[in-house]
C-alpha cells in the first residue's frame, strides 16, 4: 500500500507562487505515474499535471506555463510548483500516483493522498 503526504498548500494573493510536495511510502514510487488533481467548492476533480517515471510531463491547458510539475526518485517526491497564480486556482490540490496512465482522469489513479487547500485572493 502507497501512502501520499501533501504539503505546500497556503493562502496567497493573485501572482503569488506556492509549492506542493507530495512525499511517497510503502511501495516503489520511482515506477509509478504521479499527479496532482485540484478540486474547487461545487467542481468535479481535474487534472493539473501529470509525469511519467521518466519525467515526461503533461500539464492542463489552464495552467500550462504558469505550473511546472517535477519529481525526485531518489526521495520518492513530487512536486508542483505554481507561479502567477490566480483565484480560479482556488482548490483543494490532490496528490496522486499509479501504474495506470492517470492524465486521463481521476477512474485511473490507484492511490490519493488526502489534499492540501490553495487559496489565492484577488
Known amino acids: 500500500q502507497v501512502q501520499l503526504v501533501e504539503s505546500g498548500g497556503g493562502f496567497v494573493q493573485a501572482g503569488g507562487s506556492l509549492r506542493l510536495s507530495c512525499t511517497a511510502s510503502?511501495?516503489?514510487?520511482?515506477?509509478?505515474?504521479a499527479g496532482w488533481f485540484r478540486q474547487a467548492p461545487g467542481k468535479e476533480r481535474e487534472l493539473v499535471a501529470a509525469?511519467?517515471?521518466?519525467?515526461?510531463?503533461i500539464h492542463a491547458d489552464a495552467v500550462k506555463g504558469r505550473f511546472t510539475i517535477s519529481r525526485d526518485n531518489a526521495k520518492n517526491a513530487v512536486f508542483l510548483q505554481m507561479d502567477v497564480l490566480k483565484p480560479e486556482d482556488t482548490a483543494v490540490y490532490y496528490c496522486?500516483?499509479?501504474?495506470?496512465?492517470?492524465?486521463?482522469?481521476?477512474?485511473?489513479?490507484?492511490?490519493w493522498g488526502q489534499g492540501t487547500q490553495v487559496t489565492v485572493s484577488s
Open positions: 509525469i511519467t517515471s521518466g519525467g515526461g510531463a
Open positions: 496522486s500516483a499509479g501504474t495506470r496512465p492517470l492524465w486521463y482522469g481521476s477512474p485511473f489513479v490507484d492511490y
Open positions: 510503502g511501495g516503489t514510487f520511482s515506477t509509478y505515474v
